[in-house]
């Protein structure tokens, strides 16, 4: 497998296991599976990072 694929192949990984993780996908969702690093990127800044953000303001 070239590189690049690897490497795309294993954040999108991380990224889906972040986001069953936190809670915003159910493991059995098989729709998150089909999502682009794209939009899963743009899930992971907005429930995750986004979040945390939020967290450390308030505190």
Do not use: C, W
């Not at 493991?27 to 939009?39: G, K, R, V, Y």
């Amino acid at each position: 497998m070239p590189l690049l694929r690897e490497a795309v192949e294993k954040k999108r990984k991380f990224i889906i296991q972040k986001l069953i993780q936190a809670g915003v996908y159910k493991p059995t969702d098989q729709e998150i599976n089909s999502f682009t690093l794209s939009q899963l990127e743009k899930d992971y800044h907005y429930f995750i990072l986004r979040g945390q953000n939020l967290k450390t303001k308030n505190s």
